[in-house]
């Protein structure tokens, strides 16, 4: 009977460790909508945020796809001057950089992959929106748009 008990629990160990792996990560990944609205229209991305300092040092490092339609979000907590570089990053990005109003202050289009060079926000922003490149352009996103997320204010 013992026997059977071990080999019982050896069992429900094999199937139930992995999808408590699964859970950790979805939840660690969890995306939040954020929209941009533009002159062609309401743009709507799933974002990764990223508001930590541990967060936003590995940011989308060592990735190497970004599904059309998802972003990471950078979260400063306070508006300030940044720059960020490419360093480990295998996908061209735009970088949004937003203020804390939540209007684009600008957009660094089409960064390049693996590049030590900083990328200056231009100005003090609230957060950073990264995504594919060629979005930006794609959906007519430009400097002055307004994007609704929680951290704005908004939604």
């Given at each position: 009977?013992?026997?059977?008990?071990?080999?019982?629990?050896?069992?429900?160990?094999?199937?139930?460790?992995?999808?408590?792996?699964?859970?950790?990560?979805?939840?660690?990944?969890?995306?939040?909508?954020?929209?941009?609205?533009?002159?062609?229209g309401?743009?709507?991305?799933?974002?990764?945020?990223?508001?930590?300092?541990?967060?936003?040092?590995?940011?989308?490092?060592?990735?190497?796809?970004?599904p059309?339609?998802?972003?990471?979000?950078?979260?400063?907590?306070?508006?300030?001057?940044?720059?960020?570089?490419?360093?480990?990053?295998?996908?061209?990005?735009?970088?949004?950089f937003?203020?804390?109003?939540?209007?684009?202050?600008?957009?660094?289009?089409n960064?390049?992959?693996?590049?030590?060079?900083?990328?200056?926000?231009?100005?003090?922003?609230?957060?950073?929106?990264?995504?594919?490149?060629?979005?930006?352009?794609?959906?007519?996103?430009?400097?002055?748009?307004?994007?609704?997320?929680?951290?704005?204010?908004?939604?």
């Amino acid at each position: 009977m013992r026997r059977c008990l071990l080999v019982l629990l050896a069992a429900l160990s094999v199937l139930i460790l992995p999808c408590a792996g699964v859970a950790g990560r979805l939840a660690a990944a969890e995306l939040q909508p954020l929209e941009i609205a533009s002159k062609n229209g309401v743009h709507v991305f799933a974002v990764e945020m990223a508001s930590t300092p541990e967060e936003q040092a590995k940011g989308l490092m060592f990735r190497r796809q970004l599904p059309e339609g998802q972003g990471m979000l950078f979260d400063f907590h306070h508006e300030q001057p940044t720059s960020f570089w490419m360093k480990n990053t295998y996908i061209p990005l735009d970088m949004i950089f937003i203020r804390g109003d939540g209007r684009i202050l600008r957009i660094a289009e089409n960064t390049v992959p693996l590049s030590e060079a900083l990328v200056p926000s231009g100005g003090p922003v609230r957060a950073v929106l990264e995504v594919n490149a060629g979005m930006a352009r794609k959906l007519g996103i430009a400097p002055g748009d307004r994007v609704a997320h929680p951290i704005f204010g908004g939604r």
